[in-house]
C-alpha cells in the first residue's frame, strides 16, 4: 500500500492540461510533424501533407535490430534455455500506415506489415526477452500479415482543442480537448493501454520486453503481440479512463485467438492522472486486468501434467494483474519513469513475459546539451520475479514458453538497459544498445550474460 500515498499526491497536483498519450508502441510510421522541408525527402512529405487535406493518410517505416551475447557461464540448459554460446541474430520489420478519413472523428486505418528474423536462441532463454521487434514465429525469408486494421471515431465533448500530438496512427488535426474515443478492430493493446512517455516503443527507446510495459501484466496478444477488440477511452488532459476488451491467444503465447469470446476474453481498465508543474508534463496510471483464458494453475499442471501448459484440457481460468506506470518531465531534456506490476500468482502466464511481478525505472536525456537535440541516451532497469507455484514449476523440469532450463537455482531475473539512439538523417535513427541479464530465467546458475544490439530505423 505504499503506493497509494503517491496516486492520492497526483490527484493533488497542479490541474493543467497535458498532452495526450496514447499510440506510440511500435512506431508503424512517423507523425506527420513540422514543415516538409525539414523531412528526409520533402517532395515525399509535402506529398503526404496533401494527401493527408484529401483525407488520405500514407506513413511508413523500416526498423533492423541485430543482436547478439557474449558467451556466458552455463553448467547445464533445457529446452528453453538462452544458448550459453557467442551467438547473433537479427529482425526486420516494414511497415506502411493508410487511412481514410471518413466523417466528422471518424477514421479507419490499416497497417500491412513485412517482418523476417529471429531472437537469440528463438526468442526463448529469458523471462523478460531482450528484443520487442522478435516473436518465437521466425522466418528466414519475409513475412506478409497485417497486425492492425482499426475503425476509430472521436467525439468532441468540448468545443475548445488542443494540437495533434505524436500519434502516428492518427491524422495529424487538432484533436479536441475533451473527448471520447472507440476503436474497434486488430490492434495491439499498447497502443491503448501504459504509453509510458520514456519507455513503451522498441523501435526508438528502450529494447527488452520489460521496458515496454510492466512486466507482469499479461496483455492480450497472439505470439505477434496483436490482437482483435474494442476500445472506450474518454480524456480532457487532466484525467483519462480508458477500458477496453479482447480476445485471448487459444494457446499460451499462441498465434491464434480463441474464437469463444464468451468464454475467453480480457477486459483491461486504466485511470489516468496527467498534470503539468510548470512547464514540467507528468502522468501515473493504474491499471487493471482480468483475462480468462485456457490458462493452467500451478497446481493443474502438477495434477495433469507439465504437457498440458499450452492449453488447460478440462476449463477456463481466470487471472488478475495489473500495473502502476508513472513518469515525469525534471527538465527540458530529461524525464525519468518507473513501474510495478503484478500477476496473480495462482495461474501460468498467457500472452506476454513470464513474470508474476516486476519492478522496472530509468531514465532518458535528450542530447540538447551536446548540440544534438534529436538524440537521446536511456537508461533502465527491471527486477522480475516469480511466483512459488512457478519456482516449483521450473525446479521440477518445466518448460514455459520462454524459459526452462530443466532445474533452477532460484534468484530474480535482473535485466539492466542502456541505449544511445543517434538521428543520422531526418527519417533516419541508429541506435547502440546494451543490456546486462543477471539470473536470465530466474536461474542463478548461468549467466550473467551479456548483450549488444544495433538498431536501425528510417519512417516516413
Do not use: C
Not at 466523417?103 to 500491412?112: L, M, Q
Request: glycine content about 10%; hydrophobic content about 40%; proline content about 5%.
Amino acid at each position: 500500500m505504499r503506493l497509494l500515498p503517491l496516486i492520492l499526491l497526483a490527484a493533488w497536483l497542479p490541474v493543467l492540461p497535458a498532452a495526450a498519450q496514447t499510440g506510440r508502441f511500435g512506431s508503424a510510421a512517423s507523425a506527420s510533424l513540422g514543415p516538409p522541408e525539414a523531412a528526409l525527402f520533402p517532395s515525399l512529405a509535402a506529398l503526404q501533407d496533401r494527401l493527408e487535406e484529401q483525407g488520405w493518410m500514407v506513413r511508413g517505416q523500416g526498423t533492423f535490430v541485430l543482436q547478439g551475447n557474449a558467451a556466458f557461464r552455463s553448467p547445464y540448459r533445457g529446452e528453453s534455455s538462452l544458448a550459453p554460446v557467442a551467438n547473433a541474430r537479427n529482425t526486420q520489420s516494414v511497415d506502411l500506415v493508410l487511412g481514410r478519413a471518413l466523417w466528422e472523428g471518424a477514421e479507419v486505418v490499416i497497417n500491412p506489415s513485412i517482418t523476417r528474423g529471429f531472437g537469440l536462441s528463438d526468442a526463448r532463454g529469458m523471462a523478460a526477452f531482450p528484443n520487442n521487434e522478435a516473436f518465437r514465429l521466425g522466418s528466414t525469408a519475409p513475412y506478409a500479415y497485417v497486425p492492425r486494421v482499426f475503425f476509430r471515431q472521436t467525439l468532441a465533448l468540448s468545443a475548445d482543442s488542443i494540437a495533434s500530438d505524436d500519434d502516428p496512427l492518427r491524422f495529424s488535426r487538432p484533436l479536441p480537448r475533451e473527448r471520447v474515443t472507440i476503436t474497434i478492430g486488430k490492434f495491439s493493446a499498447f497502443d491503448i493501454f501504459d504509453d509510458n512517455r520514456y519507455a513503451h516503443d522498441p523501435r526508438t527507446q528502450f529494447l527488452n520486453w520489460s521496458l515496454v510495459s510492466g512486466s507482469a501484466t499479461d496483455f492480450a496478444a497472439d505470439a505477434r503481440g496483436y490482437t482483435n477488440g474494442v476500445a472506450l477511452e474518454w480524456e480532457n488532459g487532466v484525467y483519462a479512463v480508458r477500458g477496453a476488451a479482447f480476445q485471448v491467444a487459444r494457446e499460451a503465447n499462441g498465434l491464434f485467438l480463441d474464437p469463444s469470446i464468451t468464454r475467453a476474453f480480457q477486459m483491461v481498465g486504466s485511470l489516468e492522472r496527467f498534470w503539468a508543474i510548470g512547464e514540467r508534463q507528468g502522468a501515473v496510471r493504474l491499471i487493471g486486468l482480468l483475462t480468462r483464458a485456457r490458462q493452467n494453475s500451478w497446481s493443474d499442471l502438477f495434477q495433469n501434467g507439465f504437457d498440458t501448459f499450452d492449453k488447460n484440457p478440462n476449463t477456463y481460468r481466470r487471472k488478475a494483474s495489473m500495473g502502476i506506470s508513472f513518469d515525469q518531465e525534471i527538465t527540458q531534456d530529461f524525464g525519468v519513469f518507473g513501474r510495478f506490476s503484478w500477476g496473480d500468482h495462482r495461474s501460468q502466464s498467457w500472452m506476454f513475459t513470464e513474470h508474476d511481478m516486476a519492478i522496472s525505472a530509468g531514465a532518458a536525456l535528450r542530447g540538447q546539451r551536446w548540440g544534438r537535440p534529436s538524440d537521446t541516451i536511456g537508461l533502465g532497469s527491471n527486477i522480475g520475479f516469480a511466483s512459488d507455484g512457478r519456482r516449483r514449476y521450473l525446479e521440477a523440469g518445466g518448460i514455459g514458453f520462454i524459459v526452462g532450463d530443466g532445474q533452477l537455482n532460484y534468484r530474480p531475473e535482473w535485466i539492466t538497459e542502456l541505449y544511445y539512439d543517434a538521428r543520422v538523417a531526418p527519417g533516419l535513427h541508429m541506435a547502440l544498445n546494451y543490456q546486462l541479464a543477471v539470473n536470465p530465467g530466474y536461474n542463478s546458475d548461468r549467466g550473467p550474460v551479456h548483450l549488444f544490439a544495433l538498431r536501425v530505423r528510417s519512417s516516413f
